[in-house]
């Protein structure tokens, strides 16, 4: 039972939600399944720690830039938590007419359903749009009751999606503490796997190679050396110094490889001008120049202690420029920043040759029809054990040196 001091409600647009109020939310150490809002306790490290993905800044580009909207099938369905007319709550959300954009792929399910004479859209989707990264989702003030609040979103949940004839709700890339709260109230439990760099107190680059194995270590020393070997040039851009110049060979870059992977990409060029505008200072953009102009590009989000890998393009193809722009730049920059490890983003086994090892990744499914949740239930378990056996492979196969072996 909701609490009779707390109300619920939702906005059909991040801007209809004061700023200051979604960031208190946002930014806090509250979260459910911890002790308390003021101790860590070891359950989550640096739960404090700043997401930009889940500022009212990027949800508000997303949106005003038609990047997800309705016409996109993203309809905003920003899930509310008052108390005593104070905001303490709130949860992303949205109501899709597809599975597009989630990287946590369900159409499977859809389909299954369809043919068995259900409907499966519109659904809830719970999540930052077309970005595959771990950060809360409920989004609880600090000094709120973190357990009443919580328990109040998810009933609120399950509401909203009875409300909206959806079929499910899926609360994607979320921490592993709403998980777990999550499946004690119905909802079903999905992992999956990541590839992310950590930071073991490194002081340099060559500190971080000097822990791999000696093949590992020199296979990154000549796909960093050949990656400019035709006279290209690494920049590293942030805050002012990311011009609309920039911004307008990223995007052709984005534009160019978002074709080929999905078709049509999700993002408008007036997502990156808002972002520019707003956050620009938590922007990275690793741009690679040769004989003049930009050729290649990749974009990363910093956090308060991890650095979000999010987009790669290029319009000139060379040999380990992908890998010297995606993650040895990013790695270099996190040693220099001091930040705790890097997020490369969605799939690629090819991260762990270059010291990404695999990291579990958390979702949790409401599922309305008792019989589609039965078998979606049969079918997680299965995949929960699988992906839990594929990370212990992948992880001991790592490219870092046994204690037997001495750096060169």
Request: with cysteine.
């Amino acid at each position: 039972m909701i609490a009779a001091d707390i109300t619920l409600e939702t906005a059909a647009s991040v801007t209809l939600i004061d700023a200051h109020d979604w960031d208190a939310c946002a930014t806090s150490l509250c979260a459910p399944g911890l002790p308390s809002a003021s101790r860590n306790g070891g359950a989550e490290p640096a739960l404090s720690a700043y997401n930009p993905f889940v500022s009212h800044a990027f949800f508000a580009a997303l949106e005003s830039s038609q990047s997800a909207c309705r016409d996109t099938g993203w309809a905003p369905r920003h899930l509310i938590a008052r108390q005593r007319g104070r905001v303490v709550g709130i949860v992303p959300c949205y109501l899709k007419s597809h599975s597009l954009g989630e990287y946590v792929f369900d159409r499977g399910w859809a389909d299954a359903y369809h043919r068995a004479g259900g409907r499966y859209y519109p659904k809830l989707q719970v999540s930052v749009p077309f970005t595959p990264a771990t950060g809360p989702r409920l989004l609880i003030r600090g000094d709120a009751d973190g357990e009443r609040v919580s328990q109040a979103l998810a009933e609120g949940l399950i509401a909203l999606c009875e409300g909206s004839r959806a079929s499910s709700v899926h609360v994607t890339f979320a921490r592993e503490s709403e998980w777990r709260f999550l499946a004690q109230r119905g909802f079903l439990q999905r992992t999956d796997q990541q590839f992310h760099w950590h930071n073991a107190g490194y002081a340099c680059f060559d500190d971080f190679l000097a822990t791999l194995a000696s093949r590992h270590r020199k296979a990154i020393r000549r796909e960093r050396r050949d990656a400019v070997a035709n006279g290209i040039s690494i920049e590293r851009l942030r805050g002012t110094a990311i011009t609309e110049q920039a911004w307008d060979a990223f995007f052709a870059f984005y534009m160019e490889t978002g074709s080929r992977k999905w078709g049509r990409p999700y993002l408008t060029r007036e997502f990156y001008r808002e972002i520019g505008l707003t956050m620009s200072d938590q922007v990275l953009l690793v741009m690679a120049r040769r004989n003049g102009r930009y050729i290649a590009g990749a974009i990363n989000f910093i956090g308060g202690d991890t650095l979000f890998g999010r987009h790669w393009g290029a319009i000139e193809h060379h040999p380990f420029l992908h890998f010297e722009v995606c993650y040895y730049q990013a790695i270099d920059f996190a040693i220099a920043e001091r930040l705790t490890r890097v997020e490369a983003g969605a799939q690629g086994e090819h991260k762990i040759a270059r010291g990404y090892l695999p990291q579990t990744t958390y979702s949790a499914h409401y599922i309305a029809d008792p019989a589609l949740r039965r078998a979606v239930a049969e079918y997680l378990k299965q995949e929960r054990a699988y992906v839990a056996a594929a990370a212990r492979e992948l992880t001991e196969a790592g490219p870092f040196r046994k204690a037997a072996e001495e750096p060169t």
